[in-house]
C-alpha cells in the first residue's frame, strides 16, 4: 500500500527557477525509499514539500492518506523530520530537547517520560540525557535529532542526506539504526542522499533525480542491469585539455558499432564503454585503439554502479567513481589467471 | 489551549537557555550600569537645574534612572530578533515547524521570553539605583506600573526584532538596521536632558520618537508622580508600539512559515 503518493508535484522559485518538475512516485508502507541526485537536483526541495514547510506550485502530494496542502496539522502529527542540519538546541539537554518535542507532537507527560527513555536506548545515547548538547559529539547530536524525529513513533520518517559531513563508521551506526527502525517499528522511511553508497546498501527502492525530474526508478539491482554487465573505464589522455577530448572522440568513434559494447559515455578525460563481459573485452578494446595510433594512458574495469547508472541516464556522473574500482593490475592479473 | 501550551513550552526553553547563560544577562547590563554610575557622576552637578531636580526636587540620578530603565528595555528587546537567526542558521525552526506545533508560538514564546528577561534586568538596575540613593516618588505601585509600561514597549521592539531577522535573514543586515534604528531613538529623546534644555529642532523630533514617551512615562512615576495626562499619552503610544510590532512580527512570520 502507497503511504507516500506525488502527482505531477512541482516547485517553480522566484526566476523561473523549476527545482521540482512534475514528479510521480509512489512509497510503500515499511520501505525505505531513496532519492539519490547530485546536489541542486531537488530533493530537499521535494522533502519539504512533502513535509508541509513549503507550498507546491502545482501538482499534489499524499502522505499517510492526507494531502500535504489541505491536511498539513494532520500530516505533521504523522511524520517525522530528520533534516540535513541538525536541528538541535545547544542550550538544553538531550533529555529537554527531547522532551520539548514530545509536548510539540501532544503526548502526555507520562508517555514523554517512557518514550524519552525508550529512544535514547533505541539510539544509544543511553547514560548521556542529562547532559548539555554543547558538549555532544557531532555523531550523538546526529542520533538526537533522529531521535526528536522519531519520539511520537510516526508513519513515516523524512531524511534530508542523513549522514552527509559524518565520519564513515558513524554512518555505518546510523545506517543500522534506520534498519531497525523499519524491521522493529514498521515506519517507512523517506530519504535522500548523493551517497550512491548509502542509497545501494541502505534502500529498497531508488528514485534518481537530477534537474528536478525522476530520471529512473527501481531497486538497486533493477538499476544495475539495466545497464548490464561490466564498465571498462578509458583514458587516453594524462591532462584534461582540448588533445584529450579529440582522443576520447576518436576513441568513441573507433568503438562505435563493435558488438561486444553495449553502451557508451563520455565524460570528462575519460570514456565510460558498457560491456558483457569486461575481462575479455580489456584486450579488444586496448588493440582497437592502439590500432589507431590512441595511446590509453589508464584502463579500469568495474561492476556498474548507481553512478554508471546516473551517468547513462543523464551523461554526467554524481562524483568520481568509488570502492568497486579495479586497477588495471588487478585486472591482468584475472586475465593471468584464466589462463592459467 | 494548544496555542496556550507551546506557547508555554516554549518560552519556557528560551529562558531556561538564557538564564544557562548568566554571563550574557549581566554583560548586557554592563552598558547601563556604566551609564547610571557614570553620567550620575559627571552631570552630579546639574541636579539643582530646573527640570533636573530643581523645582521637583532630586538630584540627577533621580531624573537619569528612568532613562536607564527604558535604555535597557529599548536595547534588550532590539536584539531580541537575533536568538531568531541563530534558529534559523541552525535549522531549529525549520525541524520545530515541520511538527505540529501551533506557528504563532514560535515567535510568541520567544518574545514574551525576552520581556522576562528584561524585566528582570530592569528590577536589577532599579535596586541599584536605590543602593545609589534613588528616591521613588510613587513607592512600590508606581514601579509596577512602570514595568509594564516597560513591558510595552519591550514587547513591541521584541516582536519588530523578530520580525526585522525573519525577512533581512542575514546577521549583519540585521545588525546595520538595528544600529541605524536604536542609537537615535535613544538620543533623539529627553532621556538625558530635559526637554525645556534641549534645542527646538530636537524637542520637536523627540514628539515623534516612541522612546520618548516611555522616557516621560518612567520619570513622571519615579520622580514627579502620577502625571496623568502625561501618563495616558505615554500608555497610548506604547500600545500602539506594541501592537504595530507585534503585527509586523506576525507577519513576517506567517511569511517564513507559510
Known sequence: ?340 | MNLLRDTWYITLRDLRSRIRMPVFIFMTLFQPILWLVLFTQIFKSLGAMPGIGGGVGGSYLDFFAPGVLVMTVLFGSAFSGFGMLWDIDTGVLSKMLATPVTRISVIAGRIIATVVVLLIQALIIIILALIMGVHIKTGVPGVLFTFFLLSLLGLGFAAFSNGLALLLKRQENVMAVTNLLTMPLMFLSSLMMPPFLLPHWLNTVRQINPIDYAVVGARDLMQQGYIWHDLWLCLVVLAAVAVAGVTFGTLMFRARAE
Not at chain 1, 535529532?145 to 558513524?170: K, N, R, W, Y
Not at chain 1, 526508478?217 to 585539455?241: F, H, N, R, Y
Not at chain 1, 560491456?275 to 582497437?288: C, H, R
Open chain 1, 1 to 340: 500500500m502507497a503511504i507516500i503518493e506525488t502527482h505531477q508535484l512541482t516547485k517553480v522559485f522566484p526566476g523561473d527557477i523549476r527545482a521540482v518538475d512534475g514528479i510521480d512516485f509512489e512509497v510503500n508502507t515499511g520501505e525505505i525509499f531513496a532519492f539519490l541526485g547530485p546536489n541542486g537536483a531537488g530533493k530537499t526541495t521535494t522533502i519539504k514539500m512533502l513535509n508541509t514547510l513549503i507550498l507546491p506550485t502545482s501538482g499534489s502530494a499524499i502522505v499517510a492518506g492526507l494531502d500535504v496542502v489541505k491536511s498539513a496539522t494532520e500530516v505533521r502529527k504523522r511524520i517525522g523530520y530528520v533534516a540535513q542540519d541538525v536541528g538541535v538546541d545547544e542550550h538544553a539537554t538531550g533529555k529537554e530537547n527531547l522532551t520539548l518535542y514530545g509536548h510539540f507532537y501532544r503526548l502526555d507527560g507520562k508517555t514523554i517520560k517512557e518514550r524519552v527513555k525508550e529512544i535514547f536506548d533505541l539510539v544509544g545515547l543511553t547514560g548521556s540525557e542529562n547532559r548539555m548538547v554543547s558538549t555532544y559529539s557531532g555523531g550523538m547530536r546526529k542520533r538526537l535529532d533522529l531521535a526528536m524525529g522519531l519520539i511520537h513513533q510516526p508513519q513515516v520518517i523524512f531524511m534530508d542526506e542523513p549522514t552527509t559531513g559524518l565520519d564513515p563508521q558513524t554512518r555505518a551506526s546510523i545506517w543500522e539504526y534506520i534498519r531497525d527502525l523499519v524491521k522493529s517499528k514498521g515506519m517507512t522511511i523517506f530519504l535522500t542522499t548523493h551517497y550512491m553508497e548509502e542509497a545501494d546498501r541502505l534502500a529498497d527502492r531508488i528514485a534518481i533525480i537530477d534537474l528536478g525530474k525522476i530520471i529512473a526508478m527501481g531497486t538497486a539491482d533493477e538499476l544495475k542491469k539495466s545497464i548490464g554487465g561490466d564498465v571498462v573505464t578509458v583514458s587516453p589522455c594524462e591532462d584534461k585539455d582540448e588533445a584529450c577530448k579529440e582522443f576520447i572522440r576518436r576513441s568513441e568513434a573507433v568503438l562505435t558499432g563493435k558488438p561486444f559494447v553495449t553502451g557508451m559515455k563520455p565524460t570528462d578525460g575519460e570514456l565510460a564503454v558498457y560491456v558483457n563481459d569486461g575481462a575479455s573485452a580489456i584486450p579488444t578494446i586496448m588493440q582497437l585503439l592502439s590500432g589507431q595510433g590512441i595511446e590509453v594512458k589508464t584502463i579500469t574495469m568495474s561492476r556498474p554502479s548507481l553512478d554508471d547508472v546516473f551517468l547513462k541516464y543523464t551523461g554526467k556522473t554524481i562524483r568520481a567513481q568509488e570502492g568497486t574500482r579495479t586497477t588495471f593490475a588487478q585486472i591482468r592479473r584475472m586475465r593471468d589467471r584464466r589462463q592459467q
